[in-house]
């Protein structure tokens, strides 16, 4: 019998099928794969995303936390600067008194009494600078609304801006805090004046005559 009369093989088919199969469960399953990779990847892009937001959250509480400490900070040293400012308040008037009992005595028979005076009124005064107390007597500087307060006006030809031409008492301040303005004289610029005329015209009479 020659090949070409042998019956075709009958396991050919089979093989094919298997073959295809195979194939099939292949793209199947690298189907599955890619969609995990494609899900995990989406997955893992979104926790990347709460990671950032989470330390974004972290950072900026950090922060917040770092500002409210020096806040704190900085209030406790402003309390403890002026903690004593009422108390020390209420002592001014005591060395206004005692400047003022200094200003009246007077006479060889009381000088002992206001040596007295003087003594304790300079004693007081270390005492309330040592807590930072520090004296405002402005005499011919410039007025200042912030520190002076003005409770007399006078016009003065020999100023050009307004000048503190007496203090009628004293103004204080604790640190950097004003407790207490210092009332005050002011004088002011004539209206219209020129500040040098009257002294140049009458330098020109004395020269005429």
Excluded: W
């Amino acid at each position: 019998m020659t090949d070409e009369s042998r019956p075709p093989d009958e396991g050919a088919p089979e093989h094919d099928t298997a073959a295809a199969e195979e194939t099939s469960e292949t793209t199947e399953l690298e189907s599955v794969l890619s969609a995990d990779d494609e899900s995990l990847q989406r997955e893992l892009e979104q926790l990347q995303r709460e990671l950032d937001r989470l330390k974004e959250l972290y950072l900026r509480k950090l922060a917040d936390f770092d500002n409210y400490r020096k806040r704190q900070e900085r209030e406790m040293m402003e309390f403890r600067r002026f903690a004593q400012a009422d108390l020390v308040r209420d002592c001014l008037p005591v060395l206004d008194n005692l400047e003022r009992a200094i200003q009246v005595v007077g006479g060889e028979q009381v000088n002992g009494l206001r040596s007295g005076v003087e003594l304790v009124c300079k004693q007081f005064r270390e005492v309330l600078g040592k807590s930072g107390l520090s004296e405002i007597a402005p005499a011919g500087e410039p007025f200042d609304p912030a520190q002076h307060e003005a409770i007399a006006r006078q016009e003065s030809a020999a100023v050009t801006a307004p000048t503190v031409v007496q203090v009628l008492q004293k103004g204080y301040r604790l640190s950097e805090r004003l407790l207490r303005p210092a009332l005050v004289t002011v004088a002011v610029p004539i209206a219209g004046a020129v500040p040098g005329t009257d002294s140049e015209e009458s330098d020109g009479q004395d020269h005429r005559d």
